[in-house]
């Protein structure tokens, strides 16, 4: 069962206690959305909308230009109208994993990750511009890459 890209966004940063700028969320976003689309053989964990590559990193347009207003401060909860993900299901979980794991991290660190040479962002930004899509392709290419022998996170979902 993939999942909206708001409602994604809402339980990332419900999962971090609202403690998220818009920078940060999509970045995490986008690494858990590599991670489940490598676990499920392509199926993206994001379903309504692509990820784009532009200047920081992966972005999802709806939800940037949704939370913008928050600039680099903690987006709040404004996601009210948006149905809450259950967090029993593995996309809950995969969410809330990335967000343990990342959501510690200096928004820049974010952005080095996301910008690392075999990166399906790095494959696809075309300097000055925002609205080239990061393939669905690539990404698994850039899990594979990333992650050849071991899969990211196992002793916590053995």
Known sequence: MAISAMQAAKAACAASGWALSNLQLHKILYIAHMIYSGRHDGEPLINDERFQAWPYGPVLPSVYNYASSY???????????????????????????????????????????THEPISAWAHSYVPGMRNVPIEQEMIINEYRERFPTTEPWAKERA
């Open 71 to 113: 600039g680099s401060s903690n987006i709040q909860n404004i996601f009210n109208h948006i149905p809450d993900l259950d967090p029993s299901t593995e996309e809950g979980q995969i969410i809330i994993d990335a967000v343990g794991r990342l959501g510690s991290l200096e928004p820049f660190r974010l952005v080095d990750i």
